[in-house]
């Protein structure tokens, strides 16, 4: 399991202002996928778990901010799958982890055959692009390589 947390210091040290919504608890994080109906990645939880979503500002995760999963607002994982769910078409086993303008839609694919792929979803063409990562850990990774 990746360790999160050095990826966030390196982050937090460099030029870019960062904001992180402060960690999740087991407990929200399994009520988040309760009303999404999804089962996460234990990469994506790990993640949660450890400053539950932000990162870069305007270019932040979506997570659950304020260790509260019912929170439904803009930087929330719970926000952006059920927004794109219900305008966009987006899939029932996808969980929305970056929204950008309604045109740059990325999400975890949680279903067993998609073993927690980051793909990219065209939410014109309401279907998938492509992959962008083979899990969200090295979806992570590459984020903050990009950023420094």
């Known amino acids: 399991m990746t360790d999160y947390q050095p990826l966030i210091d390196a982050l937090d040290a460099g030029d870019e202002e960062t904001f992180w919504f402060g960690p999740a608890s087991a407990e929200q994080i399994q009520r988040l996928q309760g009303l999404l ?20 500002v305007q270019s932040e995760i979506a997570g659950i901010e304020d260790n509260d999963a019912t929170l439904c ?17 987006l899939p029932e086993h996808l969980a929305v982890i970056y929204l950008r303008d309604d045109e740059v839609c990325w999400a975890v694919d949680c279903s067993a055959q998609g ?4 793909l990219s979803y065209s939410l014109f063409q309401r279907k998938i692009e492509r992959v962008l990562n083979p899990s969200f850990s090295l979806f992570f990774q590459h984020y903050v390589n990009l950023r420094l």
């Open 37 to 56: 109906k999804l089962q996460l990645p234990a990469d994506l939880v790990a993640f949660l778990l450890t400053c539950g979503g932000g990162g870069v």
């Open 73 to 89: 607002n803009g930087g929330s994982l719970l926000y952006a799958t059920t927004y794109c769910r219900s305008e966009f078409g």
């Open 115 to 118: 073993q927690g792929r980051v």
